[in-house]
């Protein structure tokens, strides 16, 4: 899952398409159990905590698969 906001720059001669996609607790559910079950795989690269967030998501660094955010209180 992805979080993010509407693009800043339009295509100037292409189309942006923003959309908004609401999380319904049984879809994600589902998710969990296939990577459980080894039937869905994922490409985590990185696991960094909230307070490193800045320079994982450095945007001049490229990284292998996904970086996720850990987020505790």
Do not use: C, H, W, Y
Not at 49 to 59: E, Q, R, T
């Amino acid at each position: 899952m992805s979080v993010v906001g509407p693009v800043e720059a339009r295509p100037a001669d292409g189309l942006a398409v923003d959309f908004v996609v609401e999380a319904d607790r049984a879809e994600l559910g589902e998710i969990v159990q296939r990577v459980r079950d080894r039937r869905l795989r994922t490409n985590i690269g990185d696991v960094a905590s909230f307070d490193d967030a800045i320079d994982v998501l450095d945007p001049t660094t490229r990284r292998s698969g996904k970086t996720v955010i850990r987020i505790r209180p």
